[in-house]
């Protein structure tokens, strides 16, 4: 059965795009069963509108409080049957209530190599005011602790000397949207396993039958 996606988004929806195009052209068996928005007008809900799949903007000014917000939006994951939930370009924590919920079920992809650079909204700036040589993105099960833990998989970018902040974001993006797919993929087919802070990965049967 296709792995059934809530997927969490809040800007232009790159890293949703990956998700339909990688499910379009078969490389995930899965499919988003709720796009789940915290703006209203961005890109990421044309997107969305455009693939056919459902999509709800959920505003924090129609709830009391942040907490009564996410519940909502958990509500809404759980009764669409959601296996899933990826955070892709999500702009704000989850409470611990709410991934309490979903527990080993939350993924999130961050523009850097954590723990650098983590719990904040400007890892790619950040990285590029402070000098480093190389940053990247990383793909990590959501807990309590903020841009933590446990690590699915990173990619490496390099920062040249010509790279602007703008620049260094698209080629950081470019590597999202691959690692992104790829352990979403990954989670469907049984092949991560948490042990403490980190994530075995399995090999799978073609490359087992070559070792």
Known sequence: MPLKLGILVSGRGT??????????????????????????????????????????VYELTNYTSRLAKQMAIADKLEAAGVDLVVCAGWDRVLKP????RFEGRVINVHPSLLPAFGGGLHAIEEAWRYGVKITGCTVHFVTDEVDARPIISQAA??????????????????????LLVEAIKL????????????????????RQAAL
């Not at 209530?97 to 309490?100: L, R, V």
């Open 97 to 100: 209530e709410f991934i309490g």
């Open 15 to 56: 890293n949703l795009q990956a998700i339909i195009d990688g499910i379009s052209r078969g490389t995930l068996n899965a499919e988003i069963a709720l796009v789940v928005c915290n703006h209203n007008g961005i890109q990421a809900i044309e997107r969305a509108q455009q693939a056919g799949v459902p999509v709800e």
């Open 187 to 206: 989670y469907s087919e049984g092949r991560l396993k948490v042990r403490g802070r980190k994530v075995e990965r399995q090999l799978d049967q073609g």
């Open 157 to 178: 970018v390099e920062v040249e000397q010509e790279d602007s902040v703008d620049t260094l974001g698209e080629k950081i993006h470019k590597e999202e949207h691959r």
